[in-house]
C-alpha cells in the first residue's frame, strides 16, 4: 500500500516536473518569439502602432496555446476549456463588433497608408488636420482649433480627401462680369493679378476664360497652380485683388436687384 502510494507520488512528480519545464520552456519560447516578431516588423514600413497591436496579439495566442499544452500535460481534460474559451471568444466579438471592425480599419489605414500624421484631409465632410492615427480612432485638428475624432471605420467607409499628399495644388475661381463690361479686358485684368502674385507657377500657366452665361451676368472661371501650403495665401490674394483690379478698371461686378412698386 505504501509502494503504491509512493509510486503514485512519484508519478505525479515526474507530471508536475514536466509541466514546470514546459512551462519554463514555453516562456522563454515565446520571448523569444515576440522578440523575433518585432524584429521582423522593424523592418516593414507598417507603422508602430499595428507592430504593437500584432506583438501584443501573438504573445497573448501563445500564452492561450502554452497554458493548454501545459494542462494537457498534467493530464486536465482541456476540450471543455477549449469550448469555453471559443464561446467566450465568440461572445466578445459579438459584443465588440464595432470596435474589432475599427481596428481592422485602423490596421488598413496604417498599412496603406492613405494619409499620414500632419496631413490635411477632408472626410465625413470634415476638414483638418491629422493629429494621430490610432487602431481604433483618427484624431484631427480643425483650423478654428477644434479636435475632432472619427473612428477608423467610418474613415473607410468615406470618400477622403488628402490635400496634402501632392506637393502642388490648384486653385479654382469663378468672377461674375455684367454683360456691359469688356471680357477681353476682365480677362487681362485677371491674368495681370496672377502675374502680380509670384506664389502664382508660370508653369503650369494660368488659365482665364468664359465658364457660363448667367441671368446678372458673365461667370469667368480663373484657375491657377501654386504651393499646396501656399493655397489659401494664393486664393484670399486673388480674391481681394480682382475686385480691386476690377473696381479700377471699371469693370462691373453685378448683384442682385429688386424694383419694388407701390400701389396705392
Same mark, same amino acid.
Given at each position: 500500500?505504501?509502494? #503504491?502510494?509512493?509510486? #503514485?507520488?512519484?508519478?505525479?512528480?515526474?507530471?508536475?516536473?514536466?509541466?514546470?519545464v514546459i512551462m519554463a520552456l514555453g516562456i522563454l519560447l515565446i520571448k523569444l518569439a515576440v522578440k523575433i516578431t518585432g524584429k521582423a516588423l522593424a523592418k516593414t514600413r507598417?507603422?508602430?502602432s499595428v507592430h504593437k497591436f500584432i506583438i501584443t496579439a501573438t504573445k497573448y495566442a501563445l500564452y492561450i496555446v502554452l497554458a493548454v499544452v501545459i494542462l494537457?500535460?498534467?493530464?486536465?481534460?482541456?476540450?471543455?476549456?477549449?469550448?469555453?474559451?471559443?464561446?467566450?471568444?465568440? !461572445?466578445?466579438?459579438?459584443?465588440l463588433?464595432?470596435?474589432? +471592425?475599427?481596428?481592422?480599419? +485602423?490596421?488598413?489605414?496604417? !498599412?496603406? /497608408?492613405?494619409?499620414?500624421?500632419?496631413?490635411?484631409?477632408?472626410? @465625413?465632410?470634415?476638414?483638418?488636420?491629422?493629429?494621430?492615427?490610432?487602431?481604433?480612432? @483618427? $484624431?484631427? /485638428?480643425?483650423?478654428?482649433?477644434?479636435?475632432?475624432?472619427i473612428p477608423n471605420g467610418t474613415i473607410t467607409a468615406a470618400v477622403l480627401v488628402n490635400y496634402s499628399r501632392e506637393n502642388t495644388r490648384r486653385v479654382d475661381l469663378s468672377? $461674375?462680369?455684367?454683360?456691359?463690361?469688356?471680357? &477681353?479686358? &476682365? #480677362?487681362?485684368?485677371?491674368?495681370?493679378? @496672377?502675374?502680380?502674385?509670384?506664389?502664382?507657377?508660370?508653369d503650369p500657366a494660368p488659365v482665364v476664360g468664359v465658364a457660363e452665361h448667367q441671368e446678372s451676368g458673365i461667370l469667368l472661371d480663373? #484657375?491657377?497652380?501654386?504651393?499646396?501650403?501656399?493655397?489659401?495665401?494664393?486664393?484670399?490674394y486673388l480674391e481681394e485683388q480682382v475686385k480691386i483690379s476690377f473696381d479700377k478698371a471699371n469693370i462691373t461686378i453685378p448683384y442682385p436687384q429688386m424694383d419694388v412698386r407701390v400701389i396705392k
Open positions: 500500500m505504501k509502494e #503504491k502510494t509512493l509510486e #503514485k507520488i512519484w508519478e505525479y512528480g515526474e507530471i508536475v516536473l514536466m509541466a514546470a507598417l507603422d508602430k494537457t500535460s498534467l493530464k486536465i481534460p482541456t476540450a471543455p476549456l477549449v469550448t469555453v474559451l471559443g464561446a467566450c471568444g465568440a !461572445a466578445v466579438a459579438l459584443a463588433k464595432d470596435s474589432l +471592425g475599427n481596428i481592422a480599419s +485602423g490596421i488598413i489605414i496604417l !498599412a496603406n /497608408k492613405p494619409f499620414i500624421r500632419g496631413d490635411v484631409i477632408e472626410v @465625413t465632410g470634415i476638414t483638418g488636420i491629422v493629429q494621430s492615427i490610432d487602431l481604433l480612432v @483618427t $484624431t484631427l /485638428k480643425t483650423y478654428d482649433n477644434k479636435v475632432i475624432t468672377f $461674375t462680369i455684367s454683360y456691359d463690361s469688356d471680357i &477681353a479686358e &476682365a #480677362k487681362d485684368v485677371l491674368m495681370a493679378v @496672377t502675374v502680380s502674385n509670384p506664389d502664382i507657377f508660370a480663373l #484657375k491657377v497652380w501654386c504651393e499646396t501650403s501656399k493655397y489659401y495665401d494664393v486664393r484670399y
